[in-house]
């Protein structure tokens, strides 16, 4: 089964940026899988989606995160990516990609991995 590998957190400044990757060991989109998304869990809350690409790369995004989030795709790297601007203290939390069916699904395929931990300072 493919597996996702987190990776680009980090500690930054209130109106920084960071970039997250999710690289896939196979082939990124395939079979049934036809969305990446990024969720992002902070302390004592629940996870909530952040992002979602397409393999056609339709997107969207929580209403908290528009106009300075950005999902991309690299499908020759088998690579999703999370542009984050304009980083808030409340952006907070550990994040992690997953794989889904269709944009509209709440159900995640596969296990979760390990998330990389964004940390954002005031």
């Known amino acids: 089964q493919v597996q996702l590998v987190e990776s680009g957190g980090g500690l930054v400044q209130a109106g920084g940026s960071l970039r997250l990757s999710c690289a896939a060991s196979?082939?990124?989109?395939?079979?049934?899988?036809?969305?990446i998304a990024w969720y992002r869990q902070a302390p004592g809350k629940q996870r909530d989606l952040v992002a979602a690409?397409?393999?056609?790369?339709?997107?969207n995004y929580a209403d908290s995160v528009k106009g300075r989030f950005t999902i991309s795709r690299d499908n020759a790297e088998n690579t999703v990516y999370l542009q984050m601007n304009s980083l808030k203290p409340e952006d907070t939390a550990v994040y992690y990609c997953?794989?889904?069916?269709?944009?509209?699904?709440?159900?995640?395929?596969?296990?979760w991995g390990q998330g990389t931990q964004v940390t954002v300072s005031s």
């Open positions: 997953s794989r889904k069916t269709t944009l509209g699904s709440t159900i995640v395929v596969g296990a």
């Open positions: 196979g082939s990124i989109f395939s079979g049934s899988i036809n969305v």
């Open positions: 690409i397409s393999k056609g790369g339709s997107t």
